[in-house]
Nanobody, 121 residues
Framework: QVQLVESGGGLVQAGGSLRLSCAAS????????MGWYRQAPGKRRELVAR???????NYADSVRGRFTISRGNALNTVYLQMNSLKPEDTAVYYC???????????????WGQGTQVTVSS
């Protein structure tokens, strides 16, 4: 059983910074893409940032230049550094990882439980 655990959310004033972390545990053989998504109240879940196993990244237009996604040294760890936060960044942030449990199994997409980020004006 694979589990993703996020941490690092909280309350911050506009202009401040937060760093989110996501670590996967369980039966993991390898991973490909990792990403961060967010969902604000009454809105659909949206991609914030994504990083491939090769290190290629892409960002939502709304966060480009302010957020940075990176992979940790530990296997299946991903971070999201969020700077210059705005009230409109307020949302529940979810980690997503595309993982396979064995060499012969297919890749499945796993989600964390989410961590709340609240930016006050």
């Amino acid at each position: 059983q694979v589990q993703l655990v996020e941490s690092g959310g909280g309350l911050v004033q506009a202009g401040g910074s937060l760093r989110l972390s996501c670590a996967a545990s369980g039966s993991i053989f390898s991973s490909t893409a990792m990403g961060w998504y967010r969902q604000a109240p009454g809105k659909r879940r949206e991609l914030v940032a994504r990083i491939t196993s090769g290190g290629s990244t892409n960002y939502a237009d709304s966060v480009r230049g302010r957020f940075t996604i990176s992979r940790g040294n530990a296997l299946n760890t991903v971070y999201l550094q969020m700077n210059s936060l705005k009230p409109e960044d307020t949302a529940v942030y979810y980690c997503s990882q595309l993982l396979r449990s064995t060499l012969y199994s297919g890749y499945n997409n796993y989600w964390g439980q989410g961590t709340q980020v609240t930016v006050s004006s």
